[in-house]
């Protein structure tokens, strides 16, 4: 059974650079002194520091040296953004695809996610093609889902893998081809997926004889380009 799971929203954690005065900040927070940690980032922040700005957003999002405050979260991630920080500009989109802070509003999520899509951040592909799948917050557009999915899938993202694989199993956006939804299943879970697991098996029992030999040897390949290659990337916080 073709299973879906179109979510892509995700939060990012702060972006450590060595820079003086933010690192102290960063390495109180790090030894979980999170209200000295919060003072520092705010006294930076306010001096517009965009790196201190995305660090106190994610503090008020987190609940971290202040009791939560989704609100003040919100406006210091589109303090960052408007400065051209990426983790700020992807949070902000969630936070407006979710409500969090601000009113609900796909609009606004897709701009944000746009920018940072045509720039080429997987992250912001894969949770763009959600949008498109479900028509939400621009027309809805499967050819368009697809294509982003398979932007980010080549970039090691696993969601994107997952849904690519979905996509060509179910011929939406694309052409049916249990082949290609086998091998991008199998590349997702490589990585640990399980409900491209299932999906896998489901696009196995359709294949037989010389299509299954091709998906097999197709899948090895996607594993080493589309997996190994970015493993090390994708072991970093997301």
């Given at each position: 059974?073709?299973?879906?799971?179109?979510?892509?929203?995700?939060m990012l954690s702060v972006t450590v650079q060595?820079?003086?005065?933010?690192?102290e900040a960063v390495a109180a927070a790090n030894?979980?002194?999170?209200?000295?940690?919060?003072?520092?980032?705010?006294?930076?922040?306010?001096?517009?520091?965009?790196?201190?700005?995305?660090?106190?957003?994610?503090?008020?999002?987190?609940?971290?040296?202040?009791?939560?405050?989704?609100?003040?979260?919100?406006?210091?991630?589109?303090?960052?953004?408007?400065?051209?920080?990426?983790?700020?500009?992807?949070?902000?989109?969630?936070?407006?695809?979710?409500?969090?802070?601000v009113p609900q509003d796909f609009v606004e999520?897709?701009?944000?996610?746009?920018?940072?899509?045509?720039?080429?951040?997987?992250?912001?592909?894969?949770?763009?093609?959600?949008?498109?799948?479900?028509?939400?917050?621009?027309?809805?557009?499967?050819?368009?889902?697809?294509?982003?999915?398979?932007?980010?899938?080549?970039?090691?993202?696993?969601?994107?893998?997952?849904?690519?694989?979905?996509?060509?199993?179910?011929?939406?956006?694309?052409?049916?081809?249990?082949?290609?939804?086998?091998?991008?299943?199998?590349?997702?879970?490589?990585?640990?997926?399980?409900?491209?697991?299932?999906?896998?098996?489901?696009?196995?029992?359709?294949?037989?004889?010389?299509?299954?030999?091709?998906?097999?040897?197709?899948?090895?390949?996607?594993?080493?380009?589309?997996?190994?290659?970015?493993?090390?990337?994708?072991?970093?916080?997301?």
């Amino acid at each position: 059974m073709w299973r879906w799971v179109v979510a892509g929203f995700l939060m990012l954690s702060v972006t450590v650079q060595a820079v003086a005065g933010f690192d102290e900040a960063v390495a109180a927070a790090n030894d979980g002194k999170f209200a000295e940690a919060f003072e520092a980032f705010s006294v930076l922040a306010e001096q517009d520091d965009v790196r201190a700005q995305q660090a106190l957003a994610w503090m008020y999002y987190e609940g971290q040296g202040r009791k939560r405050d989704y609100e003040k979260a919100a406006y210091w991630y589109r303090k960052a953004a408007d400065q051209g920080n990426i983790t700020a500009q992807i949070n902000l989109a969630q936070m407006y695809a979710y409500g969090q802070g601000v009113p609900q509003d796909f609009v606004e999520a897709a701009r944000w996610w746009q920018k940072l899509a045509e720039q080429g951040d997987s992250r912001s592909q894969a949770a763009l093609a959600g949008l498109y799948f479900q028509g939400k917050g621009v027309e809805q557009n499967k050819a368009t889902a697809t294509s982003l999915w398979r932007k980010a899938a080549e970039q090691g993202n696993i969601e994107a893998q997952r849904n690519l694989g979905l996509m060509y199993g179910k011929g939406q956006g694309v052409e049916q081809d249990d082949v290609q939804a086998y091998a991008w299943l199998h590349a997702a879970t490589k990585q640990g997926d399980k409900v491209a697991e299932q999906s896998r098996d489901y696009a196995l029992q359709q294949l037989t004889g010389a299509r299954l030999k091709e998906a097999e040897l197709l899948a090895g390949q996607y594993v080493e380009k589309y997996v190994v290659a970015f493993e090390e990337e994708n072991k970093k916080p997301h």
